[in-house]
């Protein structure tokens, strides 16, 4: 998934102006991997809780999750800002021992 998809998604942008946009989602977790590349979005109305959180980054080890909503991000080039500058993180994760 592209930058620009993810931010349109997270944005509610792919679901039509109006009352629609207005119940849409709130929340999401944005699941990208070692690379950067995006591999998920998880949408919430309410907050994500620690367990849904936790399901969600066991759908797809190796994986952050960052925690976003609609306009966090002011742009697509924010949005992979964000990503890049939260890239350290998987320099503390343990990695598993390669046989």
């Not at 925690?67 to 598993?96: C, H, N, V, Y």
């Amino acid at each position: 998934m592209t930058v620009d998809e993810a931010f349109k998604i997270m944005n509610n942008l792919d679901i039509p102006e109006g009352l629609k946009r207005k119940f849409a989602p709130g929340y999401s977790l944005l699941l990208f991997n070692r690379s950067g590349e995006i591999v998920k979005i998880e949408r919430f109305k309410e907050p994500p809780s620690e367990s849904q959180q936790q399901e969600v980054l066991n759908w797809q080890r190796g994986c952050i999750a960052l925690d976003r909503s609609p306009g966090m991000d002011e742009s697509p080039q924010a949005l992979q800002k964000r990503i890049t500058d939260s890239m350290w993180i998987f320099e503390k994760m343990m990695r598993k021992p390669q046989a």
